[in-house]
């Protein structure tokens, strides 16, 4: 017999009498999906340009993408905002970047309405939409969509992935990750990996375990609830980590270097139809080094860092195969509807030589050829957070120019896959009509013949910018829909409008034409200037590739363009242009907590995310920590702030104090008390004070004196000729009593923690000397 039940909120339709014998019950109607919904995936990839796919031309083995491929689409006009967190907001809204505050990654936002680093909440994700649909909804992976200054343990949690419509999370909230060692998130709690690299431990795999157990969780008791799923792997962005034995599958492979790989690739992306025939190769770089030029030992490295490059993505794409085969035991596949795309170009951020830490490239450290070729046989591994020359950057982005950051279209154009085996005819063929990732989520609605809600959870919601894509599954000539669509990334901008390209490239065309570097400020003169004479035109449906600059020819039309993409800006907030890069970094924003000179930390808790935590770097302060050490004796670390990328640590080892110094693990430094730490209750402390003036442009941080003290007193003192002038890493925070992730020095395994008694630490930036401060110190340790 069917219950008697009603919507919530309508009338109650049962009867209420004085007792139950002579009552009707009725009950709330559950929120179900309808018969038959699919369940919806996205897989998400990180920093992987358009031709790093097998299905799209690459030598790289990607066969369970291929196949997903093979049953169902490929795009080869989908386009993104040349930058991840940008593109990944719209993916997940419909909306272009600059409408959800992400005109950059949201630790480069600049306090204005294209550019806070706030979705609005009027901006309706799909997982919210989804939710109110009667759907199960999963986040894994990367998230990097939370306000930086909001991701510590102090929240707000409203823009964390639970609180944008996901009920479960695993994952990273950061921009990176270490692969080997993870800052993990389940829920709305920081989590340490199941297992440590020595035991095996690889993100991938454990990313891809977590969403299957999300799936089956709800599946064995919902079998009929579909589900949303935003999978989103660390690959391919760096560190580029992955076991030794698939990188070792490609040794030899990339010996002819990357021209060598352009022109293969080129070569099968014609065959595929994934190009038209037409296309020309896009020159060679100026900024990219010619192979035939190399040293010996450049080569030999740098078609290393390519071959782990292309064994993390064979790596992942097992992984992924992995998944796949989860949803076909379950009976899930067939109607399962996937869309796989890269959320920006591959990416440029291991400068001209590729690096062994890519933190070098964020703080202006020029990498080392000695140093890098000693570290060959270890590249892929926990030990380095490795990352390519941009040779393979632009061979990766094949066959279009320049790569991620930049919106040419090797920073904009990106692999996208749709597989729906229920809800698609047309199998293993290409689609070549214009998208963009804003289309995503109006074609999932779409497919699912949803309507996008006025309302949710009360706050009316904007109009859905992007268009559906859904009339060309099974329509090969269908006609694009999306007509006109603006780009800008750090100053460099574009505009499409029906088959045709202006760019206007900042800092340039390349770094050595214009004789700029990335993230130059623009002035307003410079705009001008830029408007009248620095726009370029291309031709689509003829060039591809964009090789053929129309702008002379063509003058009417490019002037038409310019005029349309200040309207496109008006539209979306897309103004001021800000082209700036570090000075965007290190802008300071607004905290949850009242600016302070002294911030007391407690061991046991959640490590506080470097946006929310005191900066230190270039400036004097001091660390205190508050310590039993037993009779015995006790090692380990009191405070850590960085990873084995960047970083210092204060810690006893062998009974004496350290503090050391990971500049950007290019040099390590260290000073040591002269005596051991006796027992009892004591108060240690360490003074960090400049003797010198940071020389930012050459990755150079202030210089400074080491002081160690113990209770006070004296106990030794060293100097630091150099330290990190920007950045300690995406991923660096605040940890009392332990190092937890990758070790920020090499002296010892992590998390090392502290075998005494740590009971707080007290960060101070006043600059006030230790000696004076003790007795304060004590006073306010004991208040807390």
């Not at 094949?398 to 920073?411: A, D, L, S």
Request: glycine share 10%; net charge negative; hydrophobic share 35%.
């Amino acid at each position: 017999m069917a219950l008697n039940e009603y919507k919530p909120g309508a009338a109650f339709p049962g009867v209420i009498g004085r007792t139950a014998d002579v009552s009707t019950p009725a009950w709330p109607e559950p929120n179900r999906a309808p018969d038959g919904s699919p369940n919806v995936l996205y897989i998400v990839f990180d920093d992987m340009g358009f031709g790093q796919l097998g299905c799209y031309g690459s030598p790289i083995a990607t066969p369970n993408i291929d196949a997903l491929a093979a049953d169902g689409l490929r795009f080869s006009n989908m386009h993104t905002t040349a930058l991840c967190s940008p593109s990944r907001s719209c993916l997940l809204t419909g909306r272009n970047h600059h409408s959800n505050g992400l005109a950059c990654i949201t630790e480069g936002s600049m306090g204005y309405p294209g550019s806070n680093g706030y979705i609005p909440f009027e901006n309706g994700f799909l997982s919210e939409i989804l939710l109110q649909k009667g759907y199960n909804t999963y986040a894994v992976g990367k998230w990097h969509l939370t306000p930086a200054e909001a991701t510590s343990a102090a929240g707000p949690y409203d823009r964390w992935p639970l609180g944008r419509g996901f009920e479960r999370f695993y994952g990273f909230l950061g921009g990176d990750t270490h692969q080997y060692y993870p800052e993990l998130v389940r829920d709305n709690t920081q989590v340490e990996p199941p297992a440590t690299p020595e035991q095996g431990y690889h993100l991938t795999p454990d990313l891809v375990e977590k969403a299957k157990a999300m799936i089956a969780d709800a599946k064995q008791v919902a079998p009929n609830k579909p589900f949303f799923m935003y999978f989103c792997t660390g690959a391919m962005h760096a560190p580029h980590h992955v076991p030794k034995e698939w990188a070792d599958k490609y040794k030899g492979k990339f010996d002819g270097g990357w021209n060598a790989y352009r022109e293969h690739t080129f070569a099968r992306q014609k065959e595929l139809g994934i190009i038209p025939a037409n296309t020309v190769l896009s020159r060679h770089d100026p900024d990219v080094q010619a192979w035939e030029g190399l040293s010996a030992d450049e080569k030999r490295l740098y078609a290393r860092m390519m071959e782990v490059f292309a064994g993390f993505l064979e790596h992942t794409d097992h992984y992924i195969g992995e998944l796949i085969k989860f949803l076909k035991d379950l009976g899930e596949y067939d109607n399962t509807l996937i869309m796989l795309i890269s959320d920006n170009g591959a990416s440029s951020e291991g400068g001209p030589s590729g690096s062994v830490n890519e933190g070098k490239f964020f703080n202006n450290v020029p990498d080392n050829l000695e140093q890098n070729l000693a570290a060959i046989d270890d590249i892929g591994g926990p030990k380095y957070f490795n990352h390519y020359p941009w040779g393979w950057t632009h061979a990766g982005n094949t066959p279009f120019r320049r790569w991620k950051r930049e919106t040419y279209r090797g920073g904009t154009s990106d692999p996208f896959i749709v597989s729906w085996p229920k809800g698609l005819t047309a199998k293993g063929e290409i689609r070549s009509q214009y998208c963009h990732a804003i289309d995503l989520v109006p074609t999932v609605l779409d497919a699912l013949g949803l309507e996008a809600p006025t309302a949710i959870r009360g706050v009316t919601q904007s109009p859905i910018e992007g268009y559906s894509l859904h009339s060309c599954f099974d329509a090969a000539a269908a006609p694009s829909l999306h007509l006109t669509q603006y780009f800008e990334m750090f100053g460099h901008r574009s505009l499409y409008h029906q088959g045709w390209r202006a760019v206007c490239p900042w800092p340039g065309t390349s770094f050595s034409e214009s004789g700029r570097s990335f993230g130059d400020p623009i002035s307003y003169d410079q705009l001008i200037q830029l408007d009248a004479h620095g726009w370029e035109l291309y031709n689509l449906e003829e060039d591809f590739a964009e090789t053929n600059n129309l702008a002379a020819t063509e003058r009417d039309r490019l002037i038409a363009m310019i005029g349309m993409w200040y309207v496109e800006a008006g539209k979306y907030n897309v103004l001021p242009i800000d082209s700036r890069g570090t000075q965007r970094f290190m802008t300071e924003r607004p905290q949850i907590a009242l600016d302070r000179q002294r911030y007391i930390y407690y061991p046991g808790t959640q490590v506080v995310p470097g946006n929310a935590a005191p900066r230190v770097l270039n400036r004097s302060h001091s660390i205190s920590v508050e310590v039993i050490v037993p009779e015995t004796g006790a090692d380990g670390v009191l405070f850590s702030m960085g990873g084995n990328d960047g970083g210092f640590s204060f810690y006893v080892q062998n009974g004496t104090l350290t503090y050391g110094y990971n500049y950007v693990a290019d040099t390590y430094f260290r000073v040591t008390s002269t005596a051991q730490i006796p027992s009892g209750h004591h108060i240690l402390s360490m003074e960090f004070t400049p003797t010198g003036p940071a020389d930012i442009a050459k990755g150079k941080g202030t210089p400074a004196h080491i002081a160690l003290f113990v209770d006070g007193q004296p106990v030794g003192e060293g100097d630091l000729p150099v330290t990190i002038p920007l950045s300690l890493g995406l991923a660096a925070g605040v940890a009392v009593g332990a190092d937890p992730g990758s070790p920020t020095m090499p002296d010892y395994k992590p998390p090392f923690a502290y075998a005494g008694v740590v009971k707080r630490a007290m960060v101070d930036v006043s600059g006030e000397p230790v000696e004076h401060l003790q007795e304060q110190m004590r006073m306010i340790l004991a208040r807390q």
